[in-house]
T-cell receptor, first 115, second 113 residues
Framework: AQTVTQSQPEMSVQEAETVTLSCTYD???????LFWYKQPPSRQMILVIR??????QNATENRFSVNFQKAAKSFSLKISDSQLGDAAMYFC????????????FGTGTRLTIIP | DAGVIQSPRHEVTEMGQEVTLRCKPI?????LFWYRQTMMRGLELLIY????????DSGMPEDRFSAKMPNASFSTLKIQPSEPRDSAVYFC???????????FGPGTRLLVL
């Protein structure tokens, strides 16, 4: 079974600085998808960014980018120019490309932005 | 686009009562998922449907939980009888076949006293 590990329960960063959240996963599959979701205090789950395993190029969405290391099974999220609105829980998630559609989530990292 | 709609947003009930959570997926999406989020277990998939048919219900905790999808625009998750350990946030999500991204609703916060 696939597992997703987020080893940083909490992180903090100064406003306007850069922070990197870590995520590792375990799978025997070669094709899959990885996601970062953000959950602010409102509890809404918001997609931040996604990565297809077959793509070598790291995904980027504005201030958010990933460092995808397939061999190391690592999928970190970098937030540049951190803003107060970035404060939230961040969840890493895995989905296989074939068969079951379910997302497997990590335990989350709580990000605090220091003004 | 309206996004995934869930109701109610908050529910407080007493142990033993029946609870029904509702979800309207994004129009055109043919996959619907029910997740539960607790402090102890994190986010876990309960069940998902494809074209209104349940595909994987292995995450449903026990017979007290049941889910239905009578049509493409509506699903329910029912707990009968409810217990305090069912207290959690329940999310509904939907996705379109061939698209890997799931879009989540705002969740229903359930408290069973």
């Amino acid at each position: 079974a696939q597992t997703v590990t987020q080893s940083q329960p909490e992180m903090s960063v100064q406003e306007a600085e850069t922070v990197t959240l870590s995520c590792t996963y375990d799978t025997s599959e070669s094709d899959y998808y990885l996601f970062w979701y953000k959950q602010p205090p409102s509890r809404q789950m918001i997609l931040v960014i996604r990565q297809e395993a077959y793509k070598q190029q790291n995904a980027t969405e504005n201030r958010f980018s990933v460092n995808f290391q397939k061999a190391a099974k690592s999928f970190s999220l970098k937030i540049s120019d951190s803003q107060l609105g970035d404060a939230a829980m961040y969840f890493c998630a895995y989905r296989t490309s074939f068969g079951n559609e379910k997302l497997t989530f990590g335990t989350g990292t709580r990000l605090t932005i220091i003004p | 686009d309206a996004g995934v709609i869930q109701s109610p947003r908050h529910e407080v009930t007493e142990m033993g009562q029946e609870v029904t959570l509702r979800c309207k997926p994004i129009s055109g999406h043919d996959y619907l998922f029910w997740y539960r989020q607790t402090m102890m277990r994190g986010l876990e998939l309960l069940i998902y449907f494809n074209n209104n048919v349940p595909i994987d219900d292995s995450g449903m905790p026990e017979d007290r939980f049941s889910a239905k999808m009578p049509n493409a625009s509506f699903s329910t998750l029912k707990i009968q009888p409810s217990e305090p350990r069912d207290s959690a946030v329940y999310f509904c999500a939907s996705s379109a076949g061939g698209q890997e991204t799931q879009y989540f609703g705002p969740g229903t916060r359930l408290l069973v006293l």
